[in-house]
């Protein structure tokens, strides 16, 4: 729950700053949205469990970059490492 939470947390902030952010839907886990934001570094895309997310967030557009969890974590990490 809290993973969620902070994600969409992520995500809000994200679109504050210009970064575009939100849902589109795997057809392969019906019920587990995908909440994809823009990063700087790249695209990254979490699986939230329908009922938890919160509030409406707009449908993502771009199609999914086929990224895998590894390159999704990098992607993370090097946006978290770069210094303004």
Do not use: C
């Not at 809000?12 to 700087?40: E, F, H, T």
């Not at 570094?41 to 967030?57: F, K, S």
């Amino acid at each position: 729950y809290d993973r969620n939470q902070t994600v969409q947390a992520l995500a809000k902030l994200a679109q504050q700053l210009g970064m575009k952010a939100g849902l589109r839907q795997d057809p392969d886990s019906p019920g587990w949205p995908v909440l994809m934001i823009d990063l700087p570094t790249g695209q990254v895309g979490y699986h939230l469990p329908e009922e938890q997310v919160v509030g409406d967030w707009p449908e993502y557009e771009k199609e999914w970059d086929g990224h895998s969890l590894a390159e999704k974590r990098d992607r993370v990490a090097r946006f978290l490492a770069e210094e303004d």
